[in-house]
DNA sequence: AGTTAAAATGACAACGCTGTCAATCTTCTA
DNA sequence: TAGAAGATTGACAGCGTTGTCATTTTAACT
């Protein structure tokens, strides 16, 4: 028995034929071990949780069929987690899913992998923990942290737009509370100052990566000064150039020839509005699968060494209906 | 000890006294208990799975966190499954998720609830399970499956085109291969035969549910005879729907001065299109919730009798501003 | 071949609960 | 107030694994 569980468990000294042998039985017997035993006997438990405060669909499918599909291969289980940093039992609410399920580690997306409070926490708890985050890699935290570099992805589509002779170029914050917000905003205004074009506070909107928020945004913005001295507009996020493009519509304005509007993220949606948006695409299933890998390698300790896994990932831009050249 | 867990499972025959003294204990020491154990213990477990194949993300968000809502209640942990049935191995997957997990039951959302290979797998490994099902509820499979009354919520939204003096509706269906298809496009038919309009079989177009199939749709429905014969066309679902404006605004065509178009689901993004979506609001947070509640009558047994749990829903007609009096 | 060290296997308890069944306590009746 | 019936509680095994440590086998030497 033990040594069917030193084969199941990938552990050293087996005999060659010997695990050939049980894995014989295991395929014909379809055997499958049950994770309720192994998790109760276990040092470590087999269950990880992916925790998530995010409105955004698309994102956390992602998130949840990367995280997935590793655990699949790795023989684990996903407990997933909505939760609302708004609510105050959060923390409570995290711990107690990690006593229930015993859980061997956690992935933490953003908002909530910013939360001093829950890594805190988890530290206490003595759990592993993977976080997903927004921003520039550091060479601390490689082996806590994936990091996605906005910065540069703001930069370069800000670039992508200044290229095309747009000089005043409004921008759509998101939620002040979300690094991503910051770090897009900064990657903006990088942008802008390398090309000599200093970043105008009125061109700057604060919004909350809502739908609602990216027409306010536009009008607003639009609206400020004379229209024409606005010739783009760059979401803080897809959803928010959508609401910028509904917005635009709505004051008649022509996209692209009259105003330049990008979106960040590349969600399905960003293919579904006419014209389509110019975006950065983010490649959530990736990046979620090298942050379950990167949790495994804590969890299962040196046991698997995953040498290859990509711990800063870079949104590419794809350019697409909405952003044209400056007429 | 034992005395503590009937507490817990808030079994009969525990003294008030003795309940309110375990209780304060549990509540002073944060007692959880565990799952693992309790799983492997047992008769059936406190572990439920949800499987799903569908590429709306919004549609399975919805799903899940209304199962989650259910399962936090009970003490019940959910796997999610998502799974595709292209794959040959799908229901393998499934049974080796059933064993895993030791599962005590499964939620089955459309298309997979129509799959009668995987209900009567379910039925050979007597698991539990309930099934989320486009239809017309029947006397029979009260107590399997929970209806979403499609038939009637496009009854309605036909009904709501022909109130508005539209006689050629046009009709975008989604995958053949669902039942919500069928259903939905019998309401538009049947509604279509109450006010004297027979179906034109012209104006139906064979869709895939995406947004692309609902942009083929309209061009194939707008352009098959003159343009001017479709003054409304029915989306199977929301992206089609925002593939029929889109479709629409390439070829110069006014939303709701020339054509009227709705969609089906009320999605999110269904607000996010311009001009806003006319749909059905499903509503799939309650309906998983009813679903989940269902299921736990089967696995729990007797234990709680919840009598009043919905077992049809019809969705009902949102009016926005992509439908309008046929000019 | 005989010895020793290392590698491989096996025996057994333990993980934290629940089901079963026995023991105790309450309540009610005569 | 004894006795019976029923309500409540408790003792104990067992769920299917893994960790620990003992035992056996193999390999590597004289």
Redo the contacts with the bound molecule.
Sequence with gaps: ??????V??K?????????DVVMEAVNELN????L???N?????SFTVGLVYDNPNAYYVIDMQNGVLSRCKDEGYELVIHPCSYADDNMEQDIKTMIKRSRLAGLVLTPPLSEQSSITNMLDELNIHYVRVLSGRPTDEDQDTCIYVNDYKAAYEITSHLLSLGHKNIGFICGDKEHKSTSERLEGYKAALADHDTPANSDFIYDGKYSFESGVEGAKTLLANDNKLAISAILGGNDEMAAGALFASRLMGIQIPEQLSITGFENSPFSRQTWPKLTTAHQENDVISQHAARLLFTKTRGARNQDKDIITSFTPSIVVRDSSGPKL
């Excluded at 055997?31 to 049950?34: I, L």
């Design positions: 028995m033990k040594t069917v569980s030193r199941i468990n552990e050293p000294s087996v005999r060659k034929k010997t695990y055997y499958q071990p049950n309720a035993a192994r109760l006997a276990g040092t470590s």
